[in-house]
């Protein structure tokens, strides 16, 4: 499953545990199920899992049990491979980022799963691996408030970048605030880990492969079409591929630091937010001064093929 465009969703029902409304609905061994579609940690292709799932405290979250199989299940692999999955409960279908709840909020969350379906507890004595907790939370950045409808390309172009902005903001304020809570803890208690959480890691994970996720279309799509229309401005959009192929650079040392679950380099994943966020933002706006203007008349979504001739009575 690709990153979905940003916008797709824009009331907060995308992201919320919907309530129970008529239409698909799913039930097994008395437990209600949703459809989680997750992008293969290998092949890179789309799978669908039936899962019971459970909503406490405002959070909606399925666990990866496996029966109480010893290893965990192929779909949270996936999940940690590619953090945004998509979700179809009852009539709604909406994109989410799957986190694994941590420390004690993981604790909480089993310990209501476990009393809501108390075959999750049996599930955990029969293996010795915590059974871990997946909350489906927003996939949006806080604050993320759709522009409406759009009616342009240029109009397309600046939503998708408005989003990344977002997005960056968003890891990056969580990447900060968390070093600081470590910086400034002082007396009696246990301070933050000292590597960054898994909240973090995922949703940074989720912006490096939208991000990727954008830049290929361009190079393959955007950048030809636009360029074939416009010969003298051969050069800008080599430059713009160069700024891709250096924001590339810096993303690539991102994922490479997000390999594993545990961040245990938090500094350097700061440092790399920052670089980030200074080639991100100066390439963005660089490509806004000039794509903008060139399709501001260019309708948005594109038009269908034409159909057939209507035949002649």
């Known amino acids: 499953m690709t990153p979905s465009a940003p916008g797709a969703c824009n009331e907060q029902r995308c992201w919320r545990a919907p309530p129970r409304a008529p239409g698909r609905h799913h039930r097994a061994h008395g437990a209600d199920l949703l459809l989680l579609t997750t992008t293969g940690a290998r092949s890179g292709t789309p799978h669908t899992t039936p899962l019971g799932y459970v909503r406490h405290d405002g959070a909606l979250s399925v666990i990866a049990s496996g029966l109480g199989s010893p290893h965990h299940p192929d779909w949270y692999h996936n999940l940690l491979a590619h953090p945004q999955v998509r979700v179809e409960l009852?009539?709604?279908?909406?994109?989410?980022?799957?986190?694994?709840?941590?420390?004690?909020?993981?604790?909480?969350?089993?310990?209501?799963?476990?009393?809501?379906?108390?075959?999750?507890?049996?599930?955990?004595?029969?293996?010795?691996?915590?059974?871990?907790?997946?909350?489906?939370?927003?996939?949006?950045?806080?604050?993320?408030?759709?522009?409406?409808?759009?009616?342009?390309?240029?109009?397309?172009?600046?939503?998708?970048?408005?989003?990344?902005?977002?997005?960056?903001?968003?890891?990056?304020?969580?990447?900060?605030?968390?070093?600081?809570?470590?910086?400034?803890?002082?007396?009696?208690?246990?301070?933050?880990?000292?590597?960054?959480?898994?909240?973090?890691?995922?949703?940074?994970?989720?912006?490096?492969?939208?991000?990727?996720?954008?830049?290929?279309?361009?190079d393959a799509h955007l950048f030809p079409g636009t360029g074939a229309h416009h010969p003298h401005l051969a050069d800008t959009f080599e430059r713009l591929r160069e700024e891709h192929r250096t924001v590339a650079r810096i993303q690539s040392e991102l994922v490479d630091l997000l390999g594993r679950v545990a961040i245990a380099?938090?500094?350097?994943?700061?440092?790399?937010?920052?670089?980030?966020?200074?080639?991100?933002?100066?390439?963005?706006?660089?490509?806004?001064?000039?794509?903008?203007p060139l399709l501001e008349e260019v309708p948005w979504p594109p038009a269908g093929p034409a159909g057939p001739p209507a035949g002649r009575g």
């Open 265 to 292: 380099e938090p500094e350097r994943l700061r440092a790399g937010l920052r670089r980030m966020t200074e080639e991100l933002t100066a390439h963005l706006d660089h490509e806004e001064r000039t794509l903008l």
């Open 90 to 218: 009852g009539a709604d279908t909406f994109e989410a980022l799957a986190v694994p709840a941590e420390g004690a909020r993981r604790e909480a969350l089993f310990a209501h799963a476990v009393k809501a379906e108390p075959g999750y507890g049996d599930h955990q004595a029969r293996t010795a691996r915590t059974l871990p907790v997946v909350v489906l939370g927003p996939a949006e950045p806080d604050g993320w408030r759709s522009p409406g409808e759009v009616r342009t390309l240029a109009g397309k172009l600046l939503e998708v970048h408005t989003w990344l902005r977002a997005q960056l903001r968003h890891v990056s304020a969580e990447t900060e605030a968390h070093l600081a809570a470590r910086a400034a803890h002082t007396g009696p208690g246990e301070p933050p880990a000292p590597g960054l959480g898994l909240q973090i890691r995922q949703r940074c994970l989720a912006f490096c492969q939208s991000l990727e996720f954008h830049h290929t279309g361009e």
